[in-house]
């Protein structure tokens, strides 16, 4: 049996020293620094999970600049076929008519109203 402090004593426990609960001070702290270490390894700014969330950003952030850099490479080749070294006039004559809505005088114009530009 355990003796405490403030028990008195009986036949089981003569001899034994008294149980006193600051002795359970320092294992407690302890193990109360452990379980705070640990939440905060598992659910703070800086954990496991946050890792996690930087990874997964970082996964989007790659499949963004994939889909910019194609769209750069296409905006590239536009300007090169526009540009004077290489001027693609049948190109020249699709981008006239569809920023400035130019027809010849031979072609007819068929809307659709429809489609939504």
Do not use: C
């Not at 020293?17 to 359970?24: A, D, G, S």
């Not at 994939?66 to 004559?93: F, I, P």
């Amino acid at each position: 049996m355990i003796r405490f402090a403030t028990s008195g004593l009986s036949s089981q426990t003569v001899g034994q020293e008294p149980f006193r609960l600051r002795q359970l001070l320092l294992p407690g702290m302890l193990l109360l620094m452990i379980l705070g270490l640990s939440s905060q390894a598992l659910k703070g700014e800086r954990s496991l999970s946050g890792w996690m969330q930087l990874e997964r950003n970082l996964v989007e952030r790659h499949a963004e600049l994939a889909d910019l850099q194609k769209s750069n490479g296409d905006l590239q080749m536009q300007v090169y076929r526009l540009s004077n070294e290489s001027l693609d006039v049948d190109y020249l004559d699709e981008r006239a008519r569809r920023v400035l809505g130019l027809t010849r005088t031979d072609e007819t114009v068929i809307f659709n109203l429809s489609v939504a530009p």
